[in-house]
Each structure stands twice: as structure tokens, then as C-alpha cells.
């Protein structure tokens, strides 16, 4: 069965819940036609004003973290029933942002990944090799233990997507080649195949992310391999959103 792409915003910690439905309101038009999946994934504060503004559009709704405990005493954190209530349908966990700022690791992606799961939502869980890493030839060995240790006890892996960001590529300007996503990504899926052969692994969906936009988005997505986009800065721009959901046209 062919995996349906899947087109993904990350606004990171941009937009104010006024500026979201603003720019909601603007992108609504441009993608109402789109034939892939639309994912905006919002600051948490923003999720109940930007679920008003994606009523009734292609749009769906995601947020940027998830905690893994049901509830608790844990200041300052959001669990997956609570997205789930606002209407969350996706959540990005384990991005390079908060693995080298707040110390996520793959461990807490795991905890993270499966209570967005058992909750019902879509993870969309970032994996992705340093530029040191990458030039010491180490690539492989570290997509290896984030795929070993982060999605241990994963049942079906249709239910899941996973976004490639080489580190040294977000929000530089300096995107991977095509060629090089699409062979990294290659490898991602032979692995997930080996490692979890009976979990549905031939549906997972594989995004490529780090300074996507809509010059290079076609290519990109042309590639077999690659299944949508985990887009940063060229998600804060409409037209520039819109144009890489229209990779196809
Ligand atoms: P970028 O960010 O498109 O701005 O490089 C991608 C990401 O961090 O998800």
C-alpha cells in the first residue's frame, strides 16, 4: 500500500495564539486542496485558538512535546489526554531542539513516544546525526541507537512517523541533497524493518526535515524514500507552507 505523504509545520516557539489564527486563516485557502496530510504543530498556549482556526479544513492539528506520565506531579508539563481533549491528532517528540537543550534522550522519546500512542495520537519522532558525527563517518551507528533504544515496545509502526532531521541542516539554509536524504532514509527503514520485522514497519512513514522550502521541497519529495516534511522556518510563511504541500503541482 502507497504511504500517503505527510507535510508537517514545526512554528517552534513562534506565534502567539493570535498570530497562529492569523496565519491559519491565511494558509486555509492555499492548501484546501492539498492531497497530502497537513499538520500544523503549534506552541502548546496556541493549540485552543488554532483548533478553532483549522475547523473544517485539511489542516489538522499537533503539538511540540508530550510528557509520557498520565498525569502528576510534574510542573510545567502537558500530558497526551490533554492534547487529546483539544483535538491533537499529532505530536513531534524527541526533536534535536530538545534533545540538546532540554535533555531529552532516547530513552524519555521512548516514554514519550508510547504514551502519545496508548493515548491515541500520531508521534512524529525526530532522529538525526550531528554534523561532527556525520564527517567522523558515524552516521549509521547513531540513527542505529535512536532506532534500537527509541522505539522499543512499539506495536505498529503504521500508527507512527518518523522525521529524519540531520542536526547540521536545521535552520542553517543548508539542506541535505536529495540523494543524501533519500539514502539515509533508505537506511532508517531497512533498519526499523530488521529491528521490528512483524510491526507493520513497511508502513511507516519517513519525513525529511531540516531547511525544507518550497525550492527544494519537489526534489525532496521525489525521492522513493521519502515520505513528507517536518518544515521549521518556511512554516511561518503561508505561501511558502503552501508551496511545499504542493509539491506535486
Ligand atoms: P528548519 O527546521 O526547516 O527551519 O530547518 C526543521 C525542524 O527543526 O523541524
Not at 521541497?217 to 522556518?233: F, R, S, W
Request: proline share 4%.
Amino acid at each position: 500500500m502507497a504511504r500517503k505523504p505527510i507535510i508537517a509545520g514545526n512554528w517552534k516557539m513562534n506565534n502567539t495564539a493570535s498570530e497562529g489564527v492569523e496565519l491559519v486563516k491565511a494558509l486555509k485557502p492555499l492548501v484546501a486542496d492539498a492531497k497530502c496530510d497537513v499538520v500544523v504543530c503549534v506552541p502548546a498556549i496556541d493549540i485552543p485558538a488554532v483548533k478553532k482556526a483549522v475547523y473544517g479544513s485539511k489542516i489538522k492539528l499537533g503539538a511540540q512535546n508530550v510528557h509520557f506520565a498520565e498525569k502528576g506531579a510534574y510542573t510545567g508539563e502537558i500530558s497526551a489526554n490533554m492534547l487529546k481533549e483539544y483535538g491533537v491528532q499529532y505530536v513531534i517528540i524527541g526533536h534535536s531542539e530538545r534533545r540538546q537543550y532540554f535533555g531529552e534522550t532516547d530513552e524519555t522519546v521512548n516514554k514519550r513516544t508510547l504514551a502519545a500512542l496508548a493515548a491515541g495520537l500520531t508521534p512524529i519522532v525526530c532522529i538525526g546525526e550531528s554534523l561532527e558525527e556525520r564527517e567522523g563517518g558515524l552516521t549509521e551507528k547513531v540513527l542505529d541507537k535512536q532506532i534500537a533504544e527509541g522505539f522499543k515496545g512499539i506495536e505498529d509502526f503504521s500508527k507512527l512517523v518518523i522525521a529524519y532531521e540531520p542536526i547540521w541542516a536545521i535552520g542553517t539554509g543548508k539542506t541535505a541533497t536529495a540523494a543524501q536524504a533519500n539514502e539515509t532514509i533508505g537506511y532508517i527503514r531497512k533498519r526499523v524493518k530488521k529491528l521490528y520485522p512483524h510491526k507493520n514497519a513497511g508502513r511507516l512513514r519517513i519525513q525529511y526535515g531540516g531547511s525544507m522550502n518550497a525550492g527544494n521541497a519537489k526534489e525532496l519529495m521525489a525521492q522513493p524514500e521519502i515520505d513528507g516534511g517536518l518544515i521549521g522556518g518556511a512554516s511561518l510563511k503561508p505561501n511558502d507552507f503552501a508551496a511545499i504541500v504542493h509539491f506535486d503541482k
